[in-house]
């Protein structure tokens, strides 16, 4: 049987991803075998991560998403930073850090409780922070960032609409599909 994997999200503006896929270039100097640089095309902030699924599972999902969609009108999501992290451990990405959102935090919660209220996935046991992930990188290039990078990033986000996502895992690296663009309030 096919399964999909799955994920909810916010697309980005395609200024914002030019813009985001830039910073790349301040860190050239890093070894590229050590280091993924997410695809400009693939930017976009997960608000929830469902896994594997059948098409059923994909059909009911889709339906969830436009249900919850009709609750919520849009709103905007201000980023505020870009970061390595996670805190307190080895980093191993960076990436663009939003402000906390009530819109946004009450959207991410309501899809995350109709999708696991159906046994469709998990529940996140990390509290939802809205993140982009510019890159993600190896044991080596953590020890060559001598310092803990934080840099102003202040780019508003329009949220329109939220999209059920499909990953395809491949060698180059992922390549993601929309499976379902939703708009809010309708």
């Known amino acids: 049987m ?10 980005l503006p395609e200024e914002l991803k030019e813009k985001l896929a830039s ?23 997960t608000l929830v991560f469902i896994g594997y699924v059948t098409d059923g599972e994909m059909y009911e999902i889709c339906n969830i998403v436009k249900e919850v969609a009709k609750r919520h009108q849009p709103f905007f999501i201000d980023l505020e930073k870009i970061v390595i992290g996670p805190p307190h451990a ?10 906390k959102n009530q819109a946004l935090a009450n959207l991410q919660q309501d899809l995350e409780d109709a999708i696991s209220n159906r ?5 996140e046991a990390r509290a939802f922070k809205p993140h982009i992930t510019l890159a993600r990188f190896k044991y080596e290039v953590a020890k060559m960032l001598t310092k803990n990078i934080e840099e102003p990033f202040k780019a508003s986000i329009p949220v329109e609409s939220i999209e059920v996502m499909e990953s395809e895992l491949r060698r180059g690296g992922a390549e993601y599909i929309v499976l379902d663009s939703v708009e809010l309030g309708r």
């Not at 910073?23 to 640089?37: A, F, G, R, T």
């Not at 046994?119 to 529940?123: I, T, V």
């Open 90 to 99: 080895t980093p191993r990405m960076f990436w663009a850090e939003g402000i």
């Open 23 to 45: 910073y790349q270039n301040k860190w050239s100097d890093l070894d590229p075998q050590k280091i993924h640089w997410v695809k400009k095309d693939n930017l976009h902030i």
């Open 119 to 123: 046994n469709l996935a998990k529940k």
């Open 2 to 11: 096919h399964k999909r994997r799955l994920f909810i999200a916010i697309n």
